[in-house]
């Protein structure tokens, strides 16, 4: 169990400009989940997946965000033309398939949009 | 709607001295409860959870939360705290149910500092 991974740990971006974060979770997990948090506040949820499927997005996640989870592994989440408001720490989580099992969170990628 | 309220921003407390961080929540259907630990530049730690049964339930490094239905609480409490525990700590929701999602509301955290 090497636990969940992020990368990149940091990003800085200008504004405009399109970001990607990759998220890998831990092997045997279906199910992954994508957080955001700001400055001196708790994370928010973003999206989920079960295996492939992305099954629920919060209102947070504005069209210029996009994820994937191709095969039900890894997964990517996309930010296109940033914005300062989009600095933020990024966090992923997996977990087995029950509500309520342990979510494992990884370090997050830190964005700093310029 | 779902909503957690961490009633302290900011808990400031002597080494061996006890601590309690509290949680409230809000809910129109039953949750499990949570307890995660964020150490400076590390990833969120699960403490402990409540899921069902007995209400008072242990976790890692001495920590013990009680879970109240009636108050609809989820109050975290350690009876003597080490220097090693200054970090920030997150209550956390989600709804019970097969077809929910298993997603986390959080609060907005608390900053435990453990002075010598």
């Known amino acids: 169990d090497t636990g969940v991974s992020q990368d990149p740990r940091h990003k800085i971006t200008k504004r405009g400009q399109n970001v990607t974060f990759r998220c890998d979770p831990i092997?045997?997990?279906?199910?992954l989940y994508w957080y955001r948090q700001t400055l001196g506040q708790g994370p928010e949820f973003l999206t989920y997946?079960?295996?492939?499927?992305?099954?629920?997005k919060s209102r947070l996640l504005s069209d210029r965000f996009s994820a994937e989870r191709p095969k039900g592994s890894f997964s990517t989440l996309e930010i296109q033309r940033t914005e300062q408001g989009d600095s933020a720490m990024y966090l992923c989580?997996?977990?087995?398939?029950?509500?309520?099992?342990?979510?494992?969170f990884g370090p997050g990628t830190r964005l700093t949009v310029l | 709607a779902q909503s957690v309220t961490q009633l302290d921003s900011q808990v400031p407390v002597f080494e061996e001295a006890p601590v309690e961080l509290r949680c409230n929540y809000s809910s129109s259907v039953s949750v499990y409860l949570f307890w995660y630990v964020q150490y400076p530049n590390q990833g969120l730690q699960l403490l402990l959870k409540y899921l069902s049964g007995s209400t008072l339930v242990k976790g890692i490094n001495g920590f013990e939360a009680e879970f109240n239905k009636s108050q609809t609480s989820f109050h975290l409490r350690k009876p003597s705290v080490h220097i090693s525990d200054t970090a920030e700590y997150f209550c956390a929701v989600s709804h019970v149910g097969s077809g929910n999602t298993g997603k986390l509301i959080f609060g907005q955290g608390t900053t435990l500092q453990v002075k010598p």
């Open positions: 997946f079960q295996n492939e499927a992305q099954l629920e």
């Open positions: 989580a997996s977990s087995r398939g029950l509500n309520g099992d342990t979510q494992y």
């Open positions: 092997s045997e997990h279906n199910r």
